[in-house]
């Protein structure tokens, strides 16, 4: 399983291409069947296939303190796909793909959507959603 930062994303956190209170980010499910996460090399939303997309939600009231990076849990309200959602990735929405920079990405337990809501329920404990 892959959980982390990808390098590109903690690069442009580092050269302040990222802000990670005053920037718009989102949560992306996608179907890792057609998406494999390299944190390696990925770097903008246009690395990940667009049939590996399923939904795309903003995140609200982010914090970053003590090197510690948060925000609301996110509801996908009635979510269906006919694809399979395997993993998150938290990204610098910039309106255009190829300049769309990664930032996060972990693997979930698969789950098909059925129309019913999907929680991303971010952890509680001292990491939160990821900790630079």
């Known amino acids: 399983m892959a959980t982390g930062l990808y390098v590109k994303g903690k690069e442009n956190l580092g050269k302040k291409n990222i802000d990670l209170i005053g920037d718009d980010l989102y949560v992306l499910l996608v179907d890792t069947s057609i998406y494999t996460v390299n944190l390696d090399t990925d770097e903008y939303f246009a690395d990940i296939p667009e049939a590996a997309t399923i939904k795309e939600l903003e995140l609200f009231s982010k914090n970053f303190v003590d090197s510690v990076f948060d925000a609301d849990d ?40 059925d129309g019913t809501d999907l929680t991303v329920a971010w952890d509680n404990g001292p990491s939160r959603i990821f900790r630079l």
């Open 74 to 113: 996110v509801i996908f309200q009635s979510l269906t796909s006919d694809k399979e959602v395997g993993g998150l990735v938290i990204y610098q929405d910039t309106g255009i793909l190829s300049t769309s920079r990664l930032i996060f990405y972990t693997d979930v337990s698969s789950v098909t959507p």
